[in-house]
């Protein structure tokens, strides 16, 4: 009653295809694997030795930051800042053991404050220091001779003026 059902050899356009597709999926295997061991932990990753990418980071806490970059440096992890901005705490990421920049990637400085309000001059003085302490030393000296003064709109380098001025850059 029921009749077997038919089976066609391939058409020519199918076999073309076949042909197309399964070298680019070996293709997509092998680069998959080859990038796998190079691959980017997240930022706050515990794994000893990983490398942090950073492709931008608007910046937040100077507390916090400096509790991150000592989770870093105890674990020996490589911060990449690549490319996008690096903002505000961002940029104390330049005071990891192991750090290097891109010339893609921007970076914008600015004086400590505290939730948009003024810091007493003590206290503003007391912050400078701390977060400038993160900096090689000609970014130290240009921050607090200038940059912590711009307190609501960042002073901005380049990746490449950081690397310029001593900044290992990312190869």
Same mark, same amino acid.
């Given at each position: 009653?029921? #009749?077997?059902?038919?089976?066609?050899?391939? #058409?020519?356009?199918?076999?073309?295809?076949?042909?197309?597709?399964?070298?680019?999926?070996?293709?997509?295997?092998? %680069?998959?694997?080859? #990038?796998?061991?190079?691959?980017?932990?997240? &930022?706050?990753? /515990? /794994? &000893?030795?990983?490398? *942090? +990418? *950073?492709?931008?980071?608007?910046?937040?806490? +100077?507390?916090?930051?400096?509790?991150?970059?000592?989770? *870093?440096?105890?674990?020996?992890?490589? +911060?990449?800042?690549?490319?996008?901005?690096?903002?505000?705490?961002?940029?104390?990421?330049?005071?990891?053991?192991?750090?290097?920049?891109?010339? /893609?990637?921007?970076?914008?400085? @600015?004086?400590?404050?505290?939730?948009?309000?003024?810091?007493?001059?003590?206290?503003?003085? /007391?912050?400078?220091?701390?977060?400038?302490? @993160?900096?090689? &030393?000609?970014?130290? @000296?240009?921050?607090?001779?200038?940059?912590?003064?711009?307190?609501?709109?960042?002073?901005? *380098?380049?990746?490449?003026? %950081?690397?310029?001025?001593?900044?290992?850059?990312?190869?």
């Amino acid at each position: 009653m029921f #009749s077997e059902p038919t089976v066609r050899a391939p #058409s020519a356009r199918a076999r073309n295809l076949c042909a197309l597709v399964a070298p680019l999926l070996a293709l997509t295997l092998c %680069l998959s694997l080859w #990038s796998t061991s190079a691959q980017a932990a997240r &930022p706050k990753s /515990q /794994q &000893p030795g990983a490398t *942090i +990418v *950073i492709n931008g980071d608007p910046g937040g806490s +100077v507390r916090a930051r400096y509790n991150e970059i000592e989770e *870093i440096n105890r674990l020996s992890q490589r +911060v990449e800042i690549r490319r996008g901005a690096c903002l505000s705490s961002c940029t104390m990421f330049l005071g990891a053991d192991n750090v290097c920049v891109s010339p /893609q990637a921007s970076f914008g400085f @600015h004086g400590p404050y505290r939730f948009g309000q003024k810091l007493t001059p003590e206290e503003f003085d /007391q912050w400078s220091k701390f977060i400038a302490s @993160h900096y090689p &030393p000609e970014i130290r @000296h240009w921050y607090m001779t200038k940059a912590r003064y711009k307190t609501y709109s960042p002073a901005h *380098i380049s990746g490449a003026e %950081l690397i310029r001025l001593g900044v290992q850059k990312c190869e």
